[in-house]
T-cell receptor, first 115, second 113 residues
Framework: GAGVSQSPSNKVTEKGKDVELRCDPISGHTALYWYRQSLGQGLEFLIY????????KSGLPSDRFSAERTGGSVSTLTIQRTQQEDSAVYLC?????????????FGDGTRLSIL | GENVGLHLPTLSVQEGDNSIINCAYS??????FIWYKQESGKGPQFIIDIRSNMDKRQGQRVTVLLNKTVKHLSLQIAATQPGDSAVYFC????????????FGQGTELSVKP
């Protein structure tokens, strides 16, 4: 069965460039999450979409980070004017309804390297 | 701030032995806990979860124990196999966090043949 799909799997870009990372959640899942994982660290929450509600952006580290979710399915995380400290693995997860007791299912992430 | 952390950053066990991975959490309001397994180059894989109204839950070869008194969570893996080698994360959430998870730093489990 299709799990959470992320693209690209790896991205190398120069400092100052913009990047877009894509996430396709599990079909039918209404809740979508973005996390960031720095080398050897745990996951850090970035943003959460649930249905048609306003997203929870409380984890975004700066205004260079933004995300959209079109049609309640695919999501794009955009980082503008990338900095070296943005280098990390960006992970997307989805869950059926974003309920309180639902495990989130993760994709394999996009490994972002800023030169 | 709230945090979820692990007591041991690395754990090495012999194949066939049982493994115990520990996690401490600081938010007494947390009501849902999950253990994830992460292999190199992969995303976290769900292992088992537990709600705060339980103190034990069993899966296939895995058991999660929750001690709310001391805010401690553990993952027990029976008859550990080389395929169990990975980094294990605990994560917690509570109902007014909109489902977002707070992760610990992870424990690396190494299984020796």
């Amino acid at each position: 069965g299709a799990g959470v799909s992320q693209s690209p799997s790896n991205k190398v870009t120069e400092k100052g460039k913009d990047v877009e990372l894509r996430c396709d959640p599990i079909s039918g899942h209404t809740a979508l999450y973005w996390y960031r994982q720095s080398l050897g660290q745990g996951l850090e929450f970035l943003i959460y979409f649930q249905g048609n509600s306003a997203p929870d952006k409380s984890g975004l580290p700066s205004d260079r980070f933004s995300a959209e979710r079109t049609g309640g399915s695919v999501s794009t995380l955009t980082i503008q004017r990338t900095q070296q400290e943005d280098s990390a693995v960006y992970l997307c997860a989805s869950s059926p309804s974003g309920g309180d007791f639902e495990p989130q299912h993760f994709g394999d992430g996009t490994r972002l390297s800023i030169l | 701030g709230e945090n979820v952390g692990l007591h041991l950053p690395t754990l090495s066990v012999q194949e066939g032995d049982n493994s115990i991975i520990n996690c401490a959490y600081s938010n007494s309001a947390s009501d849902y806990f999950i253990w994830y397994k992460q292999e190199s180059g992969k995303g976290p894989q769900f292992i088992i979860d537990i709600r705060s109204n339980m103190d034990k839950r069993q899966g296939q070869r895995v058991t999660v124990l929750l001690n709310k008194t001391v805010k401690h969570l553990s993952l027990q893996i029976a008859a550990t196999q080389p395929g169990d080698s990975a980094v294990y994360f605990c994560a917690e959430s509570h109902y007014n966090q909109g489902g977002k998870l707070i992760f610990g730093q992870g424990t690396e489990l190494s299984v020796k043949p």
